[in-house]
């Protein structure tokens, strides 16, 4: 199992969270899913430039909790910082940048809001699962929502209003974002086993 498992959980910890915790395992599988999905779905450059952002997004919540260096409320179940919750940052820009995405692909409908809310409230349980096993607080996990958000709508902006005419018009560039996103997504999966791997230890 991987971080929150059994060896981590506490007398006080209810049946429910306990539940969670296995839950929560399976956030980091969802996300990586999500974009694998839309990678096969649309395997255009909107999905590398996805791909790509979220490796960006990665390294951004990593800059950000060294330069805040805020702790996590409970210290014995992980170490490291806390702010802002990289799950929740990871989560937001999957669930933003997805939502953004199909709207602009398949058009606003009723289907395509109901997938949307969908979408938000799956995104929003998991995040608030890191409160739940206290492996956050409540603001580290706004924090990381909303800065997972904003860095979605950004790379989309870029998408729209610099880049999408590039890939359209130049082979270099379409071969540079292709070749980008391969190996960013190389080794951003890289990362994850490894990280995994040693939090099965």
Request: glycine letters at 10%; proline letters at 1%.
């Amino acid at each position: 199992m991987a971080v929150g498992s059994e060896e981590h959980v506490g007398p006080s910890v209810s049946a429910l969270e306990q539940e969670s915790l296995i839950e929560d395992g399976g956030s980091k599988w969802i996300v990586a899913a999500i974009f694998g999905g839309l990678l096969l779905l649309r395997h255009d450059g909107l999905a590398f430039w996805a791909a790509i952002g979220s490796v960006l997004n990665m390294m951004l919540s990593v800059t950000l909790k060294k330069t805040l260096k805020q702790e996590r409320p409970d210290s014995r179940l992980s170490s490291g910082h806390g702010m802002p919750s990289s799950h929740a940052q990871a989560i937001f820009y999957t669930v933003v940048f997805v939502i953004i995405s199909v709207i602009q692909w398949q058009g606003f409908s009723g289907a395509t809001a109901i997938l949307g809310l969908f979408v938000v409230a799956t995104g929003s349980y998991f995040a608030w699962l890191r409160v739940l096993e206290r492996y956050h607080t409540t603001l580290q996990v706004v924090v990381g929502a909303f800065v997972g958000s904003g860095f979605a709508v950004l790379l989309f902006w870029a998408w729209e209003a610099i880049v999408h005419k590039a890939y359209d018009s130049s082979l270099l560039v379409r071969i540079l974002i292709t070749v980008g996103a391969a190996g960013f997504s190389l080794g951003f999966i890289s990362h994850v086993i490894r990280h995994w791997l040693k939090a099965e230890d």
